[in-house]
């Protein structure tokens, strides 16, 4: 089995341009990889309802779709067949399979029940193992997906007035009116890129909110909430190939749309990556992935096929960040994934390394090959508290587990 090098690895751990540095743990030998699991938005879709933003927000007919309100799209079924291509040659050339199908029960792929994630899964696959069986398990509904949507229930033990106070202690000194005005710029772009006329938008005239709920993450309302959806939903339409005459209604450039998408971290930041909100929402995939990368498990890939949500819950419950090219810090690009490996060294010494990987938005938008080479993101995470050292890229299977135990 192929032999990833300590130097490699260091090559892989350097940070994107702007992230600032990342230093490797030093793990000793060199480092066989055993498994890996990934955590995989779903591909290109169009927007989940026809109202995209609130009334008020904007009179605009929003472009028209291929396929019906949250489907993937035939380009985003595309865009995840060549991330699977990407990732067989990366952990292929690794030693983690040989050529042709692999062994049955070594890859094992699950999804939400939503349809948009569920073909996110089998197109990967079928750019992973082409003509090769590949079953996607989910479930059949919401009330059944406790992986991926364990928190839409609204479960009688997660205490919202908790993480109601969780989420505010995000906000910086001045509350969210401070990062509502920070943003005033972006505010007044999008407001331009609405049709929607300043000063009384009430993107730049109302004021952004955090509601608490009972037993669920609080909801963030207003601009900032809005600026979120409305800059996806640009963003997709760039990826899914609109002529830029349709994407924004012309009103919007491709270097604005990257500018826009500062909104969607932001909302992650209070709704998603608190401690006590990321503890319980991601506790379920933190689940599954101890349980995939250990000893009992056949499996020597999974894939979880799940949404934003899902990602920027378990880099909250981990504290990891990350950032791909032509994406602000922290944002989750359709199709991109956090993964974990498994490595060993020669003494059978077991190091979990994360990472995360993703295409840009131009070669979604024009659907490049990626190849074998370095084209495809991917870069290796610091993981805080599995070491000495703040920058440590590599935990002890025995510091990892610590790390992803329950917590209250």
Known sequence: MFLLSTALLAACAAPAPGTGAASPAAAPGPLKLEKVVMLMRHGIRPPTKAAVVPPGYSDERWPDWPVDYGLLTPRGGAGARLLG???????GDRGLFPDGCPAAGTIVLKASYKQRTIDTARNW???????????????AGADDDAIFHGLDGAPPSFDGKRAYDASLAEAPEGGLAADTERHRGELTLLAKVLNCAVPACPLVAEPSRLIAQPHDRPDLEGPLDVGSTASQTLLLEYLEGMPMEQVGWGRVSRAEIEQLLRFHPLKFRYANRPGYIAAAAAAPIVGEIVAALGDTSPARLTLLAGHDTNVADLGGFFDLHWQ??????DEVPPGSALGFELVSNAKGERYVRAFYRGQTMDQLRNLEPLGRGDALFRRYLPIPGCGNSAEATACTWTAFTRLAAPRG
């Open 85 to 91: 291509e990407s990732d067989r040659f990366w952990f």
């Open 125 to 139: 696959a079928a750019g992973f193992m082409p003509g090769c069986a590949a079953d996607v398990a989910h479930p």
């Open 324 to 329: 791909v090219p032509s994406y602000p810090a």
